[in-house]
């Protein structure tokens, strides 16, 4: 799959988003890359910033937060299962969605218990 395709995929997947949480969303800035940090080569997605629950009168100026898509590992990961582009559609889904729930303050242990692990 080109990085093109990929980057419709998390497009798409943004799309799926009910408005009603689209519209809350704020400072936030999505992005896809092909790698994550050499630290964590498994990471498929990644939300650096404050989560909307823990900012108060305090924030203002600063810089977006970043959502981080990356396309190598969730490819890497698609193919080591013998999967199709259903299950890449499927994977940058699930992604998306972990990494937009960071931005609304959801922990890992919630999300996994959603199915969003």
Do not use: C, K
């Not at 009603?20 to 997605?45: H, I, Y």
């Not at 396309?71 to 499927?90: F, K, Q």
Request: aromatic content about 6%.
């Amino acid at each position: 799959m080109t990085r093109e395709d990929f980057e419709e995929l998390v497009s798409q997947a943004l799309d799926r988003i009910p408005p009603e949480l689209t519209r809350l969303m704020d400072n936030v800035a999505v992005f896809v890359e092909e790698e994550p940090p050499p630290e964590d080569p498994e990471l498929l997605g990644l939300y650096e910033g404050t989560p909307l629950t823990d900012r108060g009168e305090w924030y203002a100026g600063v810089l977006p937060d970043r959502i981080t898509i990356y396309r190598g590992p969730t490819m890497r990961m698609v193919d080591a299962e013998g999967g199709d582009r259903e299950l890449v559609v499927r994977e940058v889904e699930v992604t998306v969605v972990h990494e937009v729930a960071h931005h609304f303050g959801m922990d890992d242990a919630r999300l996994h218990s959603l199915g969003y692990g």
